[in-house]
């Protein structure tokens, strides 16, 4: 009723229309469409994605040194398990042993990483356990940041045999073919170092030394005539050798006894002037 009013109240004179308010006529402009920031891992982007923890690459390393009685029949069974396991051998050194040192056998073993822990069990078992160590490296990134770069230059080289199918220029095609060259070299370098950590991730290394009880090497055998004539040679060679020791031992004594013996000599020879 009060709008009414007011409006009788204008002079009808005015010829100017009176504009609305605007505040209560105009209807509101659209918003802009909203459109989403692309994922920072989404399809085109080449970042390395972190592993889950259940996907984490662990390479393992183990060492073991073990005392047997017989250290070439312990290291025979140890190479057994290791092939039972589906491993293999790397490497093999042995040292017979001498008066001054106890026989040894060294083995570099690859034990499936599914393995390890039943094939140390095993191997355990074959003498007396001086020292063991495990260490595990996560290679999870490395790992990765090799597939992604193996991946990056994959493309790299798709494109210039790309370049180089459709060249018209002979300038542009050798310059495509030096590059392609060179990008070929790197793949092929990044394929090897990623088949070798896998190789590592797959296969844990166990290194194996195998100690005798004992000082001293195996036994000699002698055969035949000239080998007792050998037999009775190293008799001869090692009674001259005790002997030789036996008098270094001594010599310290044998030198203050007569060191004492001068001096007592020398006390009666000159008690016996006085009187």
Not at 76 to 90: H, L, P, S
């Given at each position: 009723m009060t709008t009414q009013a007011c409006a009788a109240g204008h002079s009808p004179s005015s010829t100017a229309p009176e504009a609305p308010p605007a505040a209560a006529t105009a209807a509101p402009a659209p918003a802009a469409p909203f459109t989403a920031a692309p994922p920072?891992?989404?399809?085109?982007?080449?970042?390395?994605?972190?592993?889950?923890?259940?996907?984490?690459?662990?390479?393992?390393?183990?060492?073991?040194?073990?005392?047997?009685?017989?250290?070439?029949?312990?290291?025979?069974?140890?190479?057994?398990?290791?092939?039972?396991?589906?491993?293999?051998?790397?490497?093999?050194?042995?040292?017979?042993?001498?008066?001054?040192?106890?026989?040894?056998?060294?083995?570099?073993?690859r034990v499936p990483v599914a393995?390890?822990?039943?094939?140390?069990?095993?191997?355990?078992?074959?003498?007396?356990?001086?020292?063991?160590?495990?260490?595990?490296?996560?290679?999870?990134?490395?790992?990765?940041?090799?597939?992604?770069?193996?991946?990056?230059?994959?493309?790299?080289?798709?494109?210039?045999?790309?370049?180089?199918?459709?060249?018209?220029?002979?300038?542009?095609?050798?310059?495509?073919?030096?590059?392609?060259?060179?990008?070929?070299?790197?793949?092929?370098?990044?394929?090897?170092?990623?088949?070798?950590?896998?190789?590592q991730i797959a296969f844990s290394t166990l290194n194996l030394d195998v100690y005798a009880e004992n000082f001293g090497g195996p036994i000699k055998q002698y055969h035949g005539f000239f080998g007792q004539v050998e037999r009775g040679w190293d008799g001869m060679v090692g009674f001259a050798s005790g002997a030789v020791m036996l008098f270094g031992l001594l010599l310290p004594w044998l030198a203050a006894l007569a060191l004492a013996g001068g001096v007592g000599y020398a006390a009666i020879r000159l008690l016996t002037r006085r009187h």
């Open positions: 920072l891992n989404g399809p085109n982007d080449n970042t390395p994605k972190p592993a889950a923890d259940e996907d984490r690459d662990i390479v393992k390393t183990a060492s073991l040194t073990l005392t047997a009685v017989d250290t070439t029949a312990a290291a025979d069974k140890a190479t057994a398990i290791v092939t039972d396991a589906g491993g293999r051998v790397d490497s093999r050194s042995e040292d017979a042993g001498s008066s001054s040192g106890r026989a040894h056998v060294a083995l570099v073993l393995k390890l822990d039943k094939t140390l069990t095993d191997i355990k078992g074959l003498g007396t356990v001086n020292t063991l160590e495990i260490k595990a490296d996560d290679v999870t990134n490395q790992r990765v940041d090799l597939d992604a770069r193996i991946t990056a230059l994959q493309t790299s080289v798709d494109r210039l045999l790309g370049i180089m199918r459709d060249a018209k220029d002979p300038d542009a095609l050798i310059k495509a073919e030096n590059a392609l060259s060179q990008r070929q070299a790197d793949l092929d370098s990044l394929r090897a170092q990623r088949a070798h950590l896998g190789e």
